[in-house]
């Protein structure tokens, strides 16, 4: 996860961060194409249509402003209070999970694909949530089929709505789609993560609200009980919290919310045609080592993957076809490989 920028990045950074959405042009046929992006890639923006996930000024300052939801019994967290979504991702050079541009995949598939429609959604609720969303907006379009795009954590998304029925889909492609979890996820879970030089958003605090977050960490025997949380992980490094009775029901809540997702993904296979994506040829956090009772995250297992998913996760259990290619997990959408697979197959 990038903490800080280089010099030559800044510049980047303020340029392209709000860059807008290409020209998409409608369907011209019966069939339209839903991109779903992955956690952290949809902007979110405050009851005034400010951007709070994410802009130039918040990646480049140390920042005050959480984005934790509000739970029942919650400490003043100086949360940026209830948000929206406000598009997917275009360029944030931020390096991170999700924290990915889209606009290179949107400006290749308004020229190869049929209606693109991108999906925002607030990918810090429940992916259960999102995937209800997702599923009214496909049953909303005015098109006959409906191929779906899915990046990362947007993959798990759309697997969830498609086991709500989603009859309009047709095709689906799964791009470094964490089907057995992303286990670089724990180490957020217990220290927070950074956006540029921020270390608010993104807190401890914070993502201990974030039901996706929890639920795109992989199953695990020992972090599935709340005790090796309460010994000091996350917003439990302050003991005052160990015992607080309001946190210790969320914490319960959250490692709930991951079993359910989990289970009802365990076998569920889609009736469509799938084509999945995955990258190679780079570390990828594999599990978590455990020096005792406590977890290391500093010393993680790693096999080969696409940086932050490996290989293991991104092939799913069900039928498939499958295209590897060698770009980092930010860039499987570009690769020339991957569009060119994407192609013929929502072609055929």
Not at 45 to 55: F, K, P
Not at 277 to 302: C, E, L, M, N
């Amino acid at each position: 996860m990038g903490r800080f920028f280089l010099p030559s990045m800044l510049a980047t950074l303020i340029a392209c961060s709000t860059a807008p959405l290409p020209q998409l042009p409608p369907a011209r046929s019966d069939r339209a194409t839903v991109l779903v992006p992955g956690y952290k890639g949809s902007f979110l923006a405050d009851a005034q249509g400010e951007r709070v996930w994410i802009t130039p000024q918040a990646g480049l300052s140390s920042g005050d402003t959480s984005l934790a939801l509000p739970f029942p019994g919650e400490r003043d967290s100086n949360a940026a209070g209830p948000l929206h979504p406000d598009g997917p991702i275009t360029r944030v050079s931020i390096a991170g999970i999700g924290e990915t541009a889209y606009l290179p995949f949107l400006q290749y598939a308004s020229r190869e694909l049929e209606g693109v429609t991108p999906f925002s959604y607030d990918w810090r609720k429940d992916i259960r949530e999102s995937a209800k969303e997702l599923c009214a907006a496909i049953e909303a379009l005015p098109v006959k089929h409906v191929d779906i795009v899915a990046h990362s954590m947007g993959g798990l998304v759309t697997l969830h709505c498609l086991a709500l029925g989603a009859p309009k889909v047709r095709r689906v492609v799964f791009a470094g789609v964490p089907f057995a979890g992303a286990a670089a996820m724990f180490r957020d879970l217990a220290h927070g993560a950074t956006a540029g030089r921020n270390h608010a958003l993104l807190s401890a605090d914070a993502m201990f609200t974030f039901a996706s977050a929890w639920q795109l960490a992989p199953p695990d025997a020992l972090l599935a009980k709340p005790e090796s949380w309460l010994a000091g992980l996350g917003p439990f490094a302050d003991p005052q919290l160990r015992t607080d009775p309001a946190y210790q029901e969320e914490l319960k809540r959250q490692l709930q919310l991951q079993r359910d997702h989990w289970l009802a993904l365990q076998h569920f296979s889609p009736r469509v045609r799938v084509l999945v994506i995955f990258g190679t040829g780079r570390k990828s956090v594999s599990g978590v080592s455990w020096q005792g009772s406590a977890p290391d995250f500093d010393h993680p297992p790693t096999s080969d993957g696409d940086g932050l998913v490996p290989v293991e996760s991104a092939i799913p259990k069900f039928t498939h076809d499958e295209v590897t290619v060698h770009s980092e997990h930010v860039r499987l959408l570009d690769d020339q490989d991957a569009e060119a697979a994407m192609t013929r197959f929502l072609s055929e």
